[in-house]
């Protein structure tokens, strides 16, 4: 037996026209379970471009496609999935007679039991009849996904704690230094290092005065040797606003030195984007000449 009745597909048909479907789950406080749930159905064709919508509301949850950990109710021929309920005592082996899990299922786990063939069908490449995909399912049982998802979170939450909000500071110290590292104002210092100064570059640039796009960031790495990197156009973006010299790209050492006119570089890579210099002086160097060359300088609106 491949699990409980087949689910039925959303609730309304869709065109390209239409808006995506809409999950439901609670605003507030949130959990790995509804987490797990809402990331397990975006893993399904109809749900992929799905809208999370995070509420309580009654009258908003009615117009989802499909509800999780909220709403007080289990039904899923109307796609809803709560566990909150007092009547609600369901198990893996209570929905799936042969299965000898005895727990009391979460909505992950209801999202699990009720997708989950569907899902590994889909993510391996076969029909939902093939055994592997019986087999899959419980081996990778929903307790396994649960305690991987609550490990990933974890660590996501301690690099936001420990190294991207610390680097906030960093970041605002680095601007507020900005022209004693050079006159123009366009080129920061990580005084400590490396840290994800990117996305609070980027919010703290439009504030400020005067205006100014920043091009570079220069800091040392682990083995204390320096790097210029390249500010992207924009966030996530694989284009520089100003990228180092076509000519030094893929080059290095000595044959850097050679075409660039400054001793000392270790690399550029081949899209220009970062390169390596042994001092922090040199690095300098390689930021003010790709200044000196370019021919348009656009500014912060």
């Not at 949850?61 to 999780?68: H, M, R």
Request: glycine residues 8%.
């Amino acid at each position: 037996m491949l699990g409980p009745d087949p689910v039925p597909p959303p609730k309304r048909p869709r065109s390209k026209l239409m808006a995506p479907p809409r999950i439901g789950t609670h605003n507030g406080t949130f959990h790995c379970d509804e987490a797990l749930a809402c990331a397990l159905l975006r893993l399904l064709p109809e749900y992929r471009d799905a809208e999370i919508v995070r509420t309580r509301d009654p009258e908003k949850l009615a117009s989802c496609d499909i509800v999780v950990d909220v709403g007080g109710e289990y039904d899923p021929r109307r796609h809803r999935y709560d566990h909150h309920q007092r009547s609600f005592t369901e198990t893996m082996s209570s929905l799936s007679p042969g299965k000898p899990w005895q727990t009391k299922l979460s909505s992950a786990g209801l999202i699990y039991l009720h997708f989950g063939h569907k899902l590994l069908a889909q993510l391996l490449g076969t029909s939902e009849e093939d055994s592997m995909v019986g087999t899959l399912y419980d081996k990778a049982g929903f307790k396994r996904a649960m305690d991987l998802v609550q490990e990933e979170f974890l660590q996501r939450l301690d690099f936001y704690q420990h190294s991207w909000l610390p680097a906030r500071a960093l970041v605002e110290e680095a601007l507020a230094q900005r022209f004693q590292v050079d006159p123009s104002g366009e080129i920061v210092e990580l005084a400590k290092g490396a840290c994800p100064w990117k996305e609070h570059l980027y919010h703290l640039e439009s504030g400020l005065s005067p205006p100014v796009a920043i091009f570079f960031v220069i800091y040392t790495d682990q083995a204390g040797q320096w790097r210029i990197q390249c500010v992207p156009k924009e966030p996530h973006s694989f284009q520089s606003r100003l990228p180092l010299p076509e000519p030094w790209r893929g080059l290095r050492d000595e044959a850097l030195d050679q075409v660039s006119g400054i001793p000392g570089c270790i690399f550029v890579h081949a899209s220009g984007f970062i390169g390596g210099h042994r001092t922090r002086e040199g690095a300098l160097s390689m930021a003010r000449a790709t200044l000196a060359q370019r021919s348009y300088l656009p500014q912060i609106s």
